[in-house]
C-alpha cells in the first residue's frame, strides 16, 4: 500500500523551467478560482445577495475546480516535483468539476433567458454573476485542456517548492486560502439553510437564526 513516505522520490528531480510554469498556473487557477467564490461570498454578506440553490451549487463547483489545483501544488510541495499521473488527476478532477458548473451556470441562465426577464440578483458589467460564472466555467475547460495536453512537457521536471522561498510561499497561500474559503462557505450555506433539508428557491433571510429563535 502506498504511504505519503512512498511518494515521495528519493532524489529530487533538477528544476527547470517548464515544472514552475506549470506549477504557478496551478496556483493561480486555484486562487483565481478561491477569488470568485470570495467575490460571491462579499455579495452575500456586504450586498445581502442570498444566493439560490444553483448558485450554490455553482460555488461547490468552483472550490471542487480549486481542489484539483490544489491538488497539483500539494504534490509538489511534497515532492518537489509533479508526475503524468498526479498532472493528469488533479486537472481532470478540475474539469469534470468546470463542466459540472457550466450546466449548473447554463441551466440558471436559461431559466432567465426569455426577454423581460430580470433575472436573479445583481449585475457586474451588466451581466449576472450566473452568466459571468457560465463564462469562467466554459474559458476554464480551454485552459485546463490545454494545460492537461502538455502537461507531459512539465511531467517529471523538479519544482524547488519542498524548502524556503517563492514557490513554497505562493502554494501554501493558495492551499490556505482555499481551506479558509471552504469553510467560510460552508458556515454561509447552514446559515441559509438552517434546520432544514433544502434552500428555497429565492431566499430572504438567514433561516438558521429563525429556527433558534433569534429572528422572527
Known sequence: MATIES???????E????????????????????GVVGGGLFYQFAVREYPCPLCV????YMLLAAL??????????????VTGRHYMAGWGLTLVALMGGSFASWRQTTLHILPGAKGYGGEVFGLHLYTWALILFQVSVVVVGIALATAHTTAEHGVPATGPGLLRTAGLF??????????????????????????PDAPKRYRFFSDIGILG
Open 7 to 13: 511518494l515521495i522520490p528519493e532524489s529530487t528531480p
Open 15 to 34: 528544476a527547470t523551467q517548464p515544472g514552475k510554469v506549470q506549477y504557478w498556473f496551478a496556483c493561480f487557477f486555484a486562487i483565481g478560482w478561491t
Open 57 to 60: 451549487v455553482q460555488r461547490m
Open 68 to 81: 484539483g489545483a490544489a491538488y497539483i501544488i500539494r504534490t509538489a510541495l511534497l515532492r518537489g516535483s
Open 174 to 199: 493558495a492551499l490556505w486560502l482555499l481551506g479558509a474559503v471552504i469553510a467560510v462557505s460552508m458556515v454561509a450555506v447552514f446559515l441559509e439553510e438552517g434546520f432544514h433539508w433544502f434552500l
